[in-house]
């Protein structure tokens, strides 16, 4: 979907303005006066603020309107107070994907130290970005790493067959390690494989890039994370 950019002029004439109307009739109305946009519609529930509305959209975005949709907004709030964003803060939760939600039968499963916390990853193994991961990830310990393994054929056309031949190898993580940090080439072998289920249950969360990281507050986060980050996003040992 291409993201509505439509700007607000007069915001300050809404800010004495209630929250009138029922979500359920701002839902209506977006599905007369902008219907591209209200077949993704996920959500659409008071924003209190300014007496906007939230819609949450099956891409995980969030857009604003008013009660009679009049406008929509792109576009983060922030408290003028706190500085606090407001958007990112919503994003978080509407966003959120529960690890123990996921079937993390099919995926990888590494742990390292304690494993006591978790890590889920969505990732291609022709990815450049994944191999970045990989190797700030090889410098964590005292975690377990489900790893999913998502080639995005359109992006890397070879990934698909090395997904496969890495899930049908002997020891997959192995062999995953040692292709993403090693450049070590895996075996071609074929073998019944959970790749078509994993590419439907990306779909189904709207995972369009790798990698992608879930961590086990279901914060999800798109792109390569260094370290440090990682480390504070994974909590204490």
Same mark, same amino acid.
């Given at each position: 979907?291409k993201?509505f950019?439509?700007?607000?002029w ?6 004495s303005q209630?929250?009138l ?7 209506k ?8 946009l209200?077949?993704? =519609?996920?959500?659409? *529930?008071?924003?209190?603020?300014? @007496? ?6 099956? $891409? #995980? ?33 509407l ?12 995926a ?5 130290g304690?494993?006591?916390r ?6 291609d ?9 990989e190797?700030?990830?090889?410098n964590?310990?005292? =975690?377990?790493?489900? *790893?999913?393994?998502?080639?995005i @054929? ?5 990934a698909? $067959? #090395? ?9 997959r993580?192995?062999?995953?390690d ?33 990698p992608t ?15 440090d ?9």
């Open positions: 979907m993201t950019r439509w700007l607000l007069g915001a300050c004439a809404l800010g209630l929250a109307a029922d979500a359920n009739d701002v839902r109305l977006l599905e007369t006066r902008v219907p591209r209200a077949n993704q =519609v996920q959500s659409v *529930t008071p924003a209190h603020v300014l @007496g906007l509305y939230e819609i949450y959209t099956e $891409d #995980r975005q969030i857009i604003y309107t008013d009660e009679e949709v009049t406008v929509l907004i792109a576009g983060d709030i922030l408290d003028a107070k706190t500085l606090k964003n407001l958007t990112e803060a919503r994003m978080r939760v966003g959120a994907i529960k690890p123990e939600t996921l079937p993390l039968e099919l990888m499963k590494k742990v390292k304690n494993g006591k978790k890590l889920v990853v969505f990732s193994p022709d990815c450049p970005f994944c191999r970045k991961l190797k700030e990830l090889s964590i310990t005292d =975690v377990t790493i489900y *790893t999913f393994i998502f080639p @054929g359109a992006l890397h056309p070879q698909p $067959d #090395r997904a496969r031949w890495i899930w049908c190898s002997a020891d993580q192995k062999t995953w040692d292709y993403l940090l090693r450049n070590v080439m895996p075996a071609k072998k074929d073998c019944a494989n959970p790749l078509d289920t994993i590419q439907a249950l990306g779909a189904k969360y709207r995972i369009n890039g790798t990281l879930i961590f086990a507050d279901g914060q999800v986060v798109p792109g390569v994370m260094p370290q980050d990682l480390e504070r996003a994974l909590g204490s040992h």
